[in-house]
């Protein structure tokens, strides 16, 4: 057995282990499948190589000790796994030259010292720098979820997070995508049950439509709580209930006595699963008829309202 405790989560490099054992024992470990080399230089312990943190792990070790991990890789190690954390993302300086090869994406960033924390032994961007760039680079509906999973942690507070990430959003030296991020921080509000609440969100806000209320209560006559409705216009009585194949998978018959016992209280109900999330027509369709029914010509929203340019750099 390899001495993996010289190393990171089940990672090592390959000149500690030869250093420990000798050159043939790392081979022998190599030939049977002990371990793994994901990249030159490094080591994996091969019964903990599909494991997120040995990866992100190996990747460092492999770069360098100067690189900080970053992106939704940091995220990840932050406890806001709504995007993959891998391929593993890791920031340099930018006299640093490292190229991204298969598996690690190398970015250059600034003030990389001042705003790391260590997680698992690795150097990662904090929190707050993590989430603003995000915002800022990172596909609208993802940056969301993991705003919203951010917002949600116990040890965070809300109000001075969202304070701090908008400070750094007008401070960012990078102009490119703060429009859309400081939108999407307007949007989160760490309430979204499962990330897929959260693209939903921005499916809705992106095509135009008012924000609804996530997870909003409908209360009985005697103010006892009945649903939590995944988004809702309340004042319209409209509902819009996510299906996710997780968490609904054998609930279809309990899930449509919900959406009847909603209709029969007054409430327009708008089913929606995945594929809508991918292309939202047939969303768009259902929501511009229940607004309408409702008074409200919904069809002069502006699809894609909020970005003036498809491309998230738009400001």
Known sequence: MLPWKLGLSGACRRCTLVNAVGQYSVRTALRTGEATSPW???????????????????????????????????????????ASPTPVHLA??????????????VHNGTALVGDRVTIAG??????ERTITDLLCTLRPAEALAITDQALALEDVDAEEFRLDVRERLLARPDPRGTRVGTR?????????RSPAESRLLWTVADLGYPVPRLNHPLRGVWGEELYLIDLAWPELRIALEYDG??????????????????RSRGWIVVRVDKSDLVLPVRLAVEL???????????SRRVAGGLRPRRHREAR
């Open 40 to 82: 030159p230089g490094v080591l994996v312990d091969g019964a903990r190589a599909t494991e997120p943190l040995t990866m992100i792990s190996a990747a460092w070790l492999a770069t360098g000790e100067d690189c900080v991990v970053t992106g939704p890789t940091a995220a990840f190690l932050h406890r806001c796994s709504a």
């Open 245 to 262: 194949y997780e968490t609904h998978v054998g609930r279809e018959v309990e899930d449509e006595l919900r959406a009847a016992d909603l």
């Open 184 to 192: 999407l921080l307007e949007l989160a509000t760490g309430l979204a």
């Open 122 to 127: 690795l150097p990662v961007l904090a929190l």
């Open 288 to 298: 511009d008829d229940a607004f309408r029914r409702r008074g409200i010509d919904a």
């Open 92 to 105: 340099v300086p930018y006299e640093t030259r490292r190229r991204t090869r298969p598996g690690v994406v």
